[in-house]
């Protein structure tokens, strides 16, 4: 199967599956670790200066997941 089509395929999945997918893929890959550019490092270290300083204005995963979640569940 050629990319092109597995991307194809996995649009046509239902998002909450294609969320499910994302996750296990992404805990598949954790003990990965990726080479950052220059840029992406700087802006990270950027964001966790940012989180130290001032931890009471950022929310955790989780709960930015629950929230999503909550925002985008038929029926809300």
């Not at 199967?1 to 597995?6: F, G, P, V, Y």
Request: negative net charge; aromatic residues 6%.
């Amino acid at each position: 199967m050629t990319r092109a089509a597995l991307k194809d395929e996995i649009r046509r999945l239902p998002i909450g599956e294609r969320v499910e997918l994302l996750e296990e893929l992404w805990r598949e890959t954790e003990t990965e670790q990726p080479t950052l550019l220059d840029w992406q490092r700087e802006l990270l270290e950027g964001r966790l200066a940012d989180a130290e300083s001032d931890p009471d204005s950022w929310v955790s995963w989780e709960d930015a997941k629950r929230r999503l979640e909550r925002l985008t569940s038929p029926g809300r």
